[in-house]
């Protein structure tokens, strides 16, 4: 890793490892609370971590937006639903903190351009409670969408954040070192933080600092831990960069503040995707109108729940679907509201997602069928399991046992509801290749309400703090709210810049 031979000696009142969204949240929030010599520390070529690609919106309550639209949403109703999610296993406190600054956060964002748009159509809005999603109709300072990833990427609400959070760090002349790895965390003799050594391209560095904020992200590109700590096994799919290797709790695991029994999320299995393919036939294959069934050709779920690959062989399924459901979905794509399919609305440059990804199906199911690696089609059902490596007999069982499901409109095995079971009887067939997804990874060290970290005592190590994906506590594999990741990664990070900066500046806790 870089020349260490050199080694430079540099002073900070706070470092802050890691240079994602909560990170640079926590270094701006330090230097308006009057910290003056803060450096960010970030081991990749760019910063923004995650939330550069990854946080398309956020939830927040009692927020600018909401109150423009005469908006009621209730703290307390949010704090129970989260708590409730978590079935009570997660921190009260720490959901408090995140909940009651979440709106407050939107209009921090907004007193540096930002306009945020409430969804009140969106999955941020069920259960009889007004809405609470915040994000943009449009994608931001000019980025644009992508073909097999129109629906996320720059341009929503974290790489808009990341962006406006280095205009301040040169505003505040915070110092933004990439491709600089922390390797390991200093304490003093009564095991406060007092140093960091990180390493640099053509250098090592000493860092001699009052404060440590840990915000280095989760472990999603992290095959060895994600096996470990989450039976995540097989062939999945990650959206985490790959430096994302859990490098902050291995540093906290060395001063005794690493918590494997906090890790929350990602409840492996529900984030069924085909991705990075075609986004065509991801979204065919995630229809809840899709036989569903693993690579033995038995089916395993309701296939509108999209669960239940953590038990299947590989950790994997394939979607079964004919023709004559395909021309269907393509004469009226859409999404479910109650009982009925709706065409989505206008979202800005992705205008129509839910209409305009049938355009480029059929193409893209004849260019993955003719690879036959993660998209097979076949005449018969025979034929097709042989392609997936499948006994012809069984898979052949299952279609009919599942066709009987949608002539009689009652499906006595899983109980999918009628709406969705369409029959698979006219060729061709195809069979595309599911496997689980997950975004990150959440937990590792315990922090209080202030965003300190604790050691396995829950004892306060002073001068140590935690934020973002680092940490656990604050929600359990019942994720309770969309959008609840980007929310408290920033909401954590103001709290922890904030009081970094009064233990500095003050000595204050």
Request: charged share 25%; aromatic share 8%.
């Amino acid at each position: 890793m870089g020349n260490k031979e050199k080694t430079e000696s540099l002073q900070a009142d706070i470092v802050v490892i890691g240079g994602g969204g909560s990170g640079l949240v926590a270094a701006v929030s330090a230097a308006e609370a009057g910290c003056k010599n803060i450096i960010v520390l970030e081991k990749s070529g760019r910063p923004g971590g995650n939330t550069y690609h990854g946080a398309v919106g956020m939830m927040a309550v009692d927020s600018p937006a909401q109150r423009r639209l005469g908006i009621k949403a209730s703290k307390d109703q949010v704090f129970k639903e989260a708590m409730e999610a978590g079935k009570w296993t997660v921190d009260p406190k720490l959901v408090r903190a995140y909940i009651n600054k979440s709106g407050d956060m939107i209009g921090w964002f907004e007193s540096r351009g930002m306009k945020f748009k409430v969804d009140s159509k969106g999955p941020f809005s069920g259960g009889g409670r007004p809405p609470i999603g915040h994000g943009f109709t449009v994608r931001q300072n000019g980025h644009k969408a992508t073909k097999n990833e129109p629906d996320i990427g720059p341009g929503w609400v974290g790489s808009t954040v990341v962006e406006a959070m280095l205009k301040d760090c040169d505003k505040y002349g915070i110092k933004v070192l990439t491709m600089t790895k922390a390797e390991n965390l200093q304490t003093d003799e009564k095991g406060d933080i007092c140093g960091v050594v990180a390493v640099a391209k053509d250098r090592v560095l000493h860092i001699k600092t009052k404060a440590v904020i840990m915000s280095a992200g989760g472990f999603g590109a992290n095959k060895e831990w994600l096996a470990k700590y989450y039976n995540i096994r097989g062939n999945f799919y990650t959206n985490s960069l790959g430096s994302l290797t859990g490098d902050g709790l291995k540093m906290a695991a060395e001063i005794d503040a690493f918590d494997d029994s906090n890790l929350g999320h990602p409840d492996f299995g529900l984030g069924l995707c085909h991705h990075p393919w075609s986004f065509s036939v991801h979204r065919l294959m995630t229809r809840p109108d899709m036989l569903l069934v693993n690579k033995n050709g038995e089916r395993f779920m309701d296939e509108s729940f999209m669960g239940g690959l953590g038990r299947q062989p590989g950790q994997i399924c394939f979607a079964i679907v004919d023709t004559k459901t395909i021309n269907e979905i393509k004469a009226k794509p859409g999404f479910l509201v109650g009982t009925e399919w709706k065409v989505e609305e206008d979202e800005g440059d992705i205008k129509g997602t839910e209409e305009d990804w049938v355009t480029n199906l059929d193409i893209d199911l004849e260019k993955e069928s003719a690879e036959g690696k993660k998209t097979w089609k076949a005449d018969t059902i025979e034929k097709l399991a042989q392609q997936i490596g499948a006994a012809p007999e069984i898979l052949k069982a299952t279609v009919e046992r599942y066709n009987a499901f949608c002539d009689a409109g009652y499906d006595s095995e899983c109980l999918k509801d009628k709406i969705f079971l369409k029959a698979i009887r006219v060729p061709p067939f195809y069979a595309i290749l599911g496997r689980g997804f997950i975004d990150t990874t959440n937990g590792g060290i315990n922090v209080n309400e202030r965003m300190e970290a604790l050691n396995k005592n829950k004892k306060v190590i002073k001068g140590f703090y935690a934020t973002g994906d680092n940490t656990g506590g604050w929600v359990s594999r019942n994720y309770a709210h969309g959008g609840t990741s980007a929310t408290w990664a920033f909401c954590s990070g103001f709290i922890a810049g904030e009081n970094a900066a009064g233990y500095v500046l003050n000595g204050k806790r």
